[in-house]
């Protein structure tokens, strides 16, 4: 599969504990995208970065919670002293920046489950 | 700000029925609107863009900048088209989704 692969795809923790999910992008995309989706919503734009800048922060993304993209390649997000309010689906989606194309393609998403 | 609302969060319909999903959007410069679809255990994944001007899998959405809609039309739904589906809007360099429609085609 040379889609977006995200790792991993489910995770369960305990209130208080970090987690991290990484997200590995299509190789050429220079774009990376983080959203949240929770039931019976829409994904929700929490960051982006363009090659290993970061762009964008949503407001949702509070303190605790980080995104790196070292390299322009893959991309981590962190969340720190979990709570349960951020169980959610995480996806990562990646795109090109090009004039004309700029669809972006999704990741099968991270699952976490806080309890 | 920008915002996409969808309506409608469950949508029923025999097949064979024509289909509209509405989607409604607010964005004070020229927004590029979207429609994504999530099968069944699958990835959110494009389903056409407004630019494009294309039909997909029978699937049609016009931009109507005086009514700020981009709502998606098909005109004999199939059951293979039962899915969630998210209007997007990108605006500046992200794009922000609606809630989603779930449609659902009955036999």
């Known amino acids: 599969d040379t889609g977006v692969s995200q790792n991993p795809r489910h995770k369960i923790t305990k209130r208080g504990q970090n987690v991290t999910f990484r997200c590995d992008p299509i190789?050429?995309?220079?774009?990376l995208y983080w959203y949240r989706q929770t039931l019976g919503q829409g994904p929700e734009f929490l960051t982006y970065?363009?090659?290993?800048?970061?762009?964008?922060k949503s407001r949702l993304l509070s303190d605790r919670f980080s995104a790196e993209r070292p390299k322009g390649s893959f991309s981590t997000l962190e969340i720190q002293r979990t709570e349960q309010g951020d169980s959610a689906m995480y996806l990562c989606?990646?795109?090109?920046?090009?004039?004309?194309?700029?669809?972006?393609?999704f990741g099968q998403g991270t699952r976490l489950t806080v309890v | 700000a920008q915002r996409v609302t969808q309506p409608e969060k469950l949508l029923s319909v025999f097949k064979g029925a024509p289909v509209e999903l509405k989607c409604n959007y607010s964005?004070?410069?020229?927004?590029?609107l979207f429609w994504y679809v999530q099968y069944s255990r699958q990835r959110l994944q494009l389903l056409l863009r407004?630019?494009s001007r294309e039909s997909i899998k029978g699937f049609t959405a016009d931009l109507n900048k005086g009514e700020t809609s981009f709502h998606l039309k098909k005109p004999f739904a199939q059951e293979e088209d039962s899915a969630m589906y998210y209007c997007?809007?990108?605006?500046?360099?992200?794009?922000?989704f609606g809630p989603g429609t779930s449609l659902s085609v009955i036999p």
């Open positions: 997007a809007l990108r605006g500046g360099d992200k794009v922000i």
């Open positions: 407004h630019i």
């Open positions: 989606a990646s795109s090109l920046s090009t004039v004309g194309n700029t669809e972006a393609f």
């Open positions: 970065f363009q090659n290993e800048a970061q762009l964008e």
């Open positions: 964005y004070s410069g020229s927004p590029e």
């Open positions: 190789s050429e995309h220079n774009r």
